[in-house]
């Protein structure tokens, strides 16, 4: 009866262990699959996650070099504007220089008579406030060529020999010396206080 009992509960045991045995390795096995599982799903979006980031790079460079294409674009208009603006200048430049000049007789006959006839009346306020005229810069170069303060090409233009011999004429007149042609300048070459100086 001790035998029969002690034989019962050995194949109980034996049944037990054969059991754990065989359950055991299944249910770890079950715990492996279920993590291989989850790995793959996780490898899976991973790797839909790099594909949609490999199209969302390929249309940023597509952008950057529409972006690049268009500063080309305006790197070149702006190239082209800058030329169009020298072409400009130099078109109106060639235009002043082909306007009808008084011959240079006539010029200089007529400049000393302005040189010596005196103003009548106070300068009209424009004098003081507005720049002055391409004629009157002209009429200027032809006096100061004509007293002595440089020899000056009768365009109009003000440029840096004028300045030059404006202030030469306003410090040998006593004026302010500002190399403008200004109201009391203008005045000064119409009745110059001197003759010419060297």
């Given amino acids: 009866m001790v035998m029969n009992r002690l034989t019962i509960a050995l194949a109980l045991v034996g049944w037990a262990l054969y059991g754990f045995s065989f359950l055991g390795p299944r ?4 715990g ?3 993590e291989i599982t989850r790995l793959s799903q996780a490898a899976e979006t991973a790797s839909a996650d790099r594909d949609a980031l490999a199209v969302e790079l390929e249309r940023f460079k597509e952008r950057h070099q529409d972006l690049q294409n268009i500063q ?12 169009l603006e020298y072409l400009r200048a130099r078109v109106s430049g060639e235009i002043d220089t082909l306007r009808p000049q008084p011959s240079g007789g006539s010029a200089q006959a007529a400049a000393p008579e302005e040189t010596v006839s005196p103003q009548v009346g106070p300068a009209p306020p424009a004098e003081v406030s507005l720049p002055p005229s391409k004629e009157e810069v002209r009429r200027a170069q032809q006096t100061l060529t004509i007293l002595g303060y440089g020899p000056l090409k009768a365009d109009g233009v003000s440029g840096p020999g004028t300045r030059r011999s404006i202030e030469a004429f306003q410090q040998g007149q006593g004026l302010p010396v500002t190399g ?13 206080r001197t003759a010419a100086q060297p």
């Fill in 72 to 83: 080309k674009q305006i790197a070149a208009a702006t190239q082209e504007l800058k030329h």
């Fill in 180 to 192: 403008q042609l200004d109201a009391d300048t203008v005045r000064a070459l119409r009745t110059p």
């Fill in 27 to 30: 249910s770890s096995e079950a």
């Fill in 32 to 34: 492996a699959q279920a």
